[in-house]
C-alpha cells in the first residue's frame, strides 16, 4: 500500500509569492494534518482536518490557509511568502483523530523562499 | 502551557546502548511517543506509550515514563550505525482545539560510531 505522498518534493520561491503544497492520505485516512519544520527544530503543527472540516489550527498567521477535499488529500497554501516560510512541510494521515491514533507522516516539500 | 524539552546530541560508540531523554509539561498527556527521522526523510514513529504505563518495550527499543517527574527516555540496546539519526519525543496535545495535534521536541541528534 502506498503511504502519505506529498508534492512537489522541493520547491523555490521569491518573497511575496504564494504557494500550494499537496498531501494525499493512506487510503482509507481522513484525517490530515501538517506540521511545518525549521531546520534544526522540531515539526510544529500547523492545522488538522478530518472529514474536510477544520479541526485544529495552531499558531500560525492567517497567511496560512488549508483545505481538504472529498477524497481526504489536502492542499497547505501560504501567501505573501517571507524568508521565514523556509522549511520542509509535513503532512501526517490518521485514521481516526480521538484517543490513540497513530500519525503517518509524509517525506515533506521542502520549501526555500528567496 | 505545552513544551517538550530534549537534549541536542548523543554520540555512542556501535553495540553499546543509547538513552535518549525528554521532559514534558503537560500532566493530562495520555500519549507519548518517539519519532525517528533520517536525512531526507520524513517522521517515522518507533513506538508509544500510554500514560499509565511505567515501562513499554519493543524488540531493541524500551521506553521508561516517570510521569511524577514528566520524564519519559528511550533506550536503544546494542546501537547499530543504522541507528544514527533525530529522534523526536511528542507528546498529543489539544492546541487549537485539535483532538490529534503532537507537540514535538526539537530532537536529539544520535550518532553512532563504528
Known amino acids: 500500500d502506498a503511504g502519505v505522498t506529498q508534492s512537489p518534493t522541493h520547491l523555490i520561491k521569491t518573497r511575496g509569492q504564494h504557494v500550494t503544497l499537496r498531501c494525499s492520505p493512506i487510503?482509507?485516512?481522513?484525517?490530515v494534518s501538517w506540521y511545518q519544520q525549521v531546520l534544526g527544530q522540531g515539526p510544529q503543527f500547523i492545522f488538522q482536518?478530518?472529514?474536510?472540516?477544520?479541526?485544529g489550527r495552531g499558531n500560525f498567521p492567517d497567511r496560512f490557509s488549508a483545505r481538504q477535499f472529498p477524497n481526504y488529500s489536502s492542499e497547505l497554501n501560504v501567501n505573501a511568502l517571507l524568508l521565514g516560510d523556509s522549511a520542509l512541510y509535513l503532512c501526517?494521515?490518521?485514521?481516526?483523530?480521538?484517543?490513540?491514533?497513530?500519525?503517518?507522516f509524509g517525506p515533506g516539500t521542502r520549501l526555500t523562499v528567496l | 502551557g505545552e513544551d517538550v524539552e530534549q537534549s541536542l546530541f548523543l554520540s555512542v560508540r556501535e553495540g553499546d546502548s543509547s538513552v535518549i531523554n525528554c521532559t514534558y509539561t503537560?500532566?493530562?498527556?495520555?500519549?507519548l511517543y518517539w519519532y525517528k527521522q533520517e536525512p531526507g526523510a520524513g517522521l517515522q514513529l518507533l513506538t508509544y506509550?500510554?500514560?499509565?504505563?511505567d515501562m513499554k518495550q519493543d524488540q531493541r527499543l524500551t521506553v521508561l515514563l516517570n510521569k511524577k517527574d514528566k520524564h519519559l527516555s528511550l533506550r536503544i540496546a546494542d546501537t547499530q550505525t543504522g541507528d544514527s539519526a533525530i529522534y523526536f519525543c511528542?507528546?498529543?496535545?489539544?492546541?487549537?482545539?485539535?483532538?490529534?495535534?503532537?507537540?514535538f521536541g526539537k530532537g536529539t541528534k544520535l550518532s553512532v560510531k563504528p
Open positions: 503537560d500532566s493530562s498527556s495520555t500519549y
Open positions: 511528542a507528546e498529543k496535545g489539544r492546541y487549537g482545539g485539535s483532538q490529534g495535534n503532537l507537540i
Open positions: 506509550i500510554f500514560s499509565n504505563m
Open positions: 482536518y478530518y472529514e474536510k472540516e477544520e479541526r
Open positions: 487510503s482509507g485516512h481522513k484525517s
Open positions: 501526517a494521515s490518521s485514521l481516526i483523530i480521538r484517543s490513540y491514533n497513530e500519525q503517518f
